[in-house]
């Protein structure tokens, strides 16, 4: 499905990013651009929004709605069909981030790979290419553990590097969470480093550059009376 209409959410990192997005994106905004981001413009949200159903896209929907065509190799060539579905999707000017958004410690160890063999092989290519390009030295099987943050990481390879689409990958961790089990920054600071640990991610510039990661705490978006 291209297209996944969730509605309004109660909890969770999709409650606070609908929050986020919708009726504070004041408070996302600075906290991305606080970052170092090099954006020349303001953040422009395309999902998920309420005027769409707070929808979330996947696979071509995703890049039509994010305006970006793929003219060197095709989303298709590189990943088969069900891919990641993002939790938001953003544009400033010519450069266009791709969001993916976690309220808990649950949420980041994501669950493996369940691909079918023929769909397994093309993605253990893509993955292969992205570590090769990223100069990973370790064995880990990035098919497994933390799989959903090595799949991000193809697709902005395959948009920022095979494409030259200027594209930012963004993960945003929301601290102290009171509608699920509640994560300190150090917490998170820590969740994260293993996650980087286990998949081999070297320190770069291209990681720093063009991977970032955005602390929010829910309690200032807490204030906001949702669903709307």
């Not at 594209?167 to 820590?190: C, E, I, K």
Request: include cysteine; charged fraction near 20%.
């Amino acid at each position: 499905m291209p297209r996944k209409p969730p509605g309004a959410k109660l909890k969770g990192s999709q409650r606070w990013l609908q929050v986020a997005v919708n009726r504070c994106p004041t408070v996302i905004d600075s906290t991305i651009q606080n970052t170092g981001i090099e954006l020349r413009d303001p953040i422009v949200w395309v999902s998920p929004l309420e005027s769409d159903g707070f929808s979330e896209y996947m696979d071509a929907a995703f890049l039509k709605r994010l305006g970006v065509s793929l003219h060197r190799r095709k989303l298709g060539d590189f990943w088969p069909s069900s891919g990641p579905r993002w939790d938001a999707l953003a544009r400033s000017g010519d450069s266009v981030l791709l969001v993916e958004a976690k309220a808990n410690i649950r949420e980041l160890h994501s669950s493996p790979c369940g691909a079918q063999p023929k769909s397994l092989a093309k993605i253990r290519k893509a993955l292969n290419e992205t570590r090769a390009f990223l100069n990973v030295e370790s064995d880990t099987d990035w098919t497994r553990c933390f799989y959903q943050y090595a799949n991000r990481l193809a697709h902005l390879y395959l948009l920022r590097e095979l494409n030259c689409c200027n594209a930012y990958l963004v993960f945003v961790y929301f601290v102290h969470d009171q509608t699920t089990v509640p994560v300190s920054r150090n917490g998170w600071d820590a969740a994260v480093a293993l996650a980087k640990t286990h998949l081999g991610l070297p320190q770069s510039e291209w990681m720093s550059r063009y991977v970032k990661d955005v602390y929010i705490d829910t309690a200032n978006l807490s204030h906001v009376d949702w669903p709307p």
